[in-house]
């Protein structure tokens, strides 16, 4: 009988990043890279020690990214340092009719326990938030944008302070899958207070001092409203079902 003799596969230098998100939803990220521990070099200007993933995503979106873990720019060796993540969603079909928020995946050498993921038996690990849509006027017309914020948030969706964040030790991601799980609010709110009023369809602008007035507070007058102008062009009277 012949012997046969295998060879233990080194790990992956790279894991995944997905997002778990809203329709419509879609996720831009930057993994930013430094000198790995222990190298003196320097990479002139940081040209090149970052990576984009899903930048042109309402052209085109691959919710799953391969993200590596080292990269060697202009020979200098680096290691992975965070990914900036932007949660992004249009709320019209113009191309500025876009809004989104912030999230963030740290890596270092050493965590206290307190800060780091934890993995599955599947090899995967779950961050969690929220995000919530937050309207205003903008303009003379008083054309309605809108906001997203989002929040970080437990795995029961009860929120926490801060923006969706995780961290992780360089060791435990080799082959790896991090999930990004976002929910969206059911009710939407203004932007800032005491400048619409809650009825019981929806909400009104408050007039402010004439159609002018860029603030428009309502300061106590809540019979006095205005119209406004959806992304769509709609002249509309009550938000979010335009008339009443």
Not at 35 to 40: D, F, I, L, R, S
Not at 176 to 194: C, N, Y
Request: with cysteine; aromatic share 12%.
């Amino acid at each position: 009988m012949g012997m046969l003799f295998g060879c233990v596969a080194s790990p992956p230098d790279s894991f995944t990043f997905t997002a778990d998100l809203p329709p419509g939803f879609a996720y831009e990220a930057i993994a930013k890279y430094v000198p790995a521990k222990g190298e003196t070099c320097t990479v002139p200007d940081g040209r090149n020690t970052a990576v984009g993933y899903n930048l042109k995503w309402r052209e085109h979106y691959e919710p799953v990214s391969e993200i590596a873990l080292h990269r060697t720019v202009k020979g200098c060796p680096l290691v992975i340092w965070k990914i900036d993540i932007e949660i992004r969603a249009a709320y019209g079909k113009g191309w500025s009719d876009i809004n989104g928020d912030s999230a963030v995946v740290a890596v270092r050498e050493e965590l206290e326990a307190r800060y780091k993921g934890a993995f599955n038996d599947e090899a995967e690990s779950n961050f969690y938030g929220q995000c919530q849509w937050l309207f205003r006027t903008s303009g003379k017309p008083r054309i309605l944008r809108k906001l997203l914020d989002c929040k970080k948030t437990d795995e029961l969706g009860a929120l926490a302070r801060g923006r969706p964040f995780a961290a992780y030790t360089l060791d435990q991601l080799p082959g790896k899958t991090v999930r990004m799980k976002i929910d969206l609010a059911a009710e939407e709110r203004p932007g800032w207070g005491d400048t619409w009023v809650k009825v019981p369809n929806g909400w009104k602008r408050c007039m402010g001092e004439n159609f002018e007035d860029q603030h428009a507070y309502c300061n106590g007058n809540y019979t006095d409203f205005s119209t406004f102008q959806m992304v769509d062009g709609r002249i509309c009277t009550i938000y979010p079902g335009c008339t009443e």
